[in-house]
């Protein structure tokens, strides 16, 4: 595993802070944005590591862990109250633990974008202006009643319970589908899925370009690595932000040529090496006894989460 990453995501990016004179300079935006690309495109190799552990999740074939994700994310999102949504995240949580996946990193993932995409998408609609309902904490106190047009602010401004039941149960809702896309994907070498989506009857063209895409993502940082290294390599002072922004808008019409010629190149290769427009897999192996038990252990699972 370790020849196929490059050697540029292994290296530990450089600090922010540049000491001179005893002082404390810190780095430009430049240079956050390129670590920080680094920083993205090291977490999608890492999940090379966990997916090759000999861990409980990790040893079920990649066919049963898409039809588990499907399946229980179509649970996730038929489920209406918070106590089912909380027992499901409950399970998740133990398929996780029991997959030995580093619980910080997971759910601080999974909390970031739970908060950003449900808790702060959905928390107008706690508000009685929005979802009628018995107000529970008053916010703010007007004069009087507005009114426009269909809309009516009323005079006492305030959270309603059945807001809050709304607002904790997208959330809840987001959380766990994160979490199962996670855990799929961090217990699945990304080859696996695009095999198992293949059995699932998915059409070619969509295979292509998700494994196109997959690859070209790593095309392009180590590319912006290259250009940012070129660069630093001939300043001998820290550059402005005026200046790095010119010079990254310069990038980006580069990138963007660059791109148009390799796609035209590797159409062409994949042209003369004889491809007829269809992915061919070799056949994968015989579900064992163990992954029907454990398919057998996820459909009971899922139909008691439907009838709680």
Not at 51 to 70: E, N, T
Request: proline share 2%; net charge positive; aromatic share 14%.
């Amino acid at each position: 595993m370790g020849n196929n990453i490059p050697s540029f995501l292994l290296e530990k990016p450089a600090s922010n802070d540049y000491r001179r004179g005893g002082g404390k300079l810190r780095s430009s935006f430049l240079e956050k944005g390129i670590h920080r690309l680094a920083d993205v495109v090291t977490t999608g190799y890492v999940q090379w590591e966990t997916a090759v552990q000999d861990s409980f999740f990790q040893k079920i074939d990649a066919r049963i862990k898409v039809l588990f994700l499907l399946f229980f994310i179509l649970i996730v999102s038929l489920k209406k109250d918070i106590f089912s949504e909380a027992l499901i995240g409950g399970f998740i949580f133990l398929l996780v633990v029991i997959s030995r996946l580093n619980l910080l990193i997971f759910y601080k993932r999974v909390l970031l974008l739970a908060f950003v995409f449900g808790f702060l998408i959905a928390l107008p609609a706690a508000f009685n202006f929005i979802t009628k309902g018995e107000i529970v904490l008053m916010v703010w106190q007007l004069p009087r009643a507005y009114s426009f047009w269909i809309y009516r602010l009323p005079a006492e401004i305030g959270l309603t319970r059945e807001g809050i039941d709304g607002v904790v149960m997208l959330t809840l809702r987001v959380a766990n589908s994160l979490s199962l896309s996670f855990l799929v994907l961090y217990t699945t070498p990304f080859p696996e899925i695009v095999k198992a989506l293949k059995t699932l009857r998915i059409a070619d063209g969509f295979l292509m370009i998700l494994t196109l895409t997959y690859k070209y993502i790593f095309i392009f940082a180590r590319t912006v690595e290259d250009m940012h290294l070129a660069k630093r390599s001939r300043l001998v002072r820290q550059v402005a932000n005026a200046e790095a922004r010119g010079w990254i808008a310069g990038r980006i019409a580069l990138i963007f040529r660059r791109t148009q010629l390799r796609c035209e190149e590797i159409f062409k290769a994949m042209l003369s090496r004889g491809f007829s427009e269809k992915i061919s897999i070799y056949e994968g192996r015989k579900l064992k006894a163990r992954d029907w038990a454990v398919s057998v252990a996820f459909l009971l699972s899922g139909a008691l989460f439907l009838w709680v």
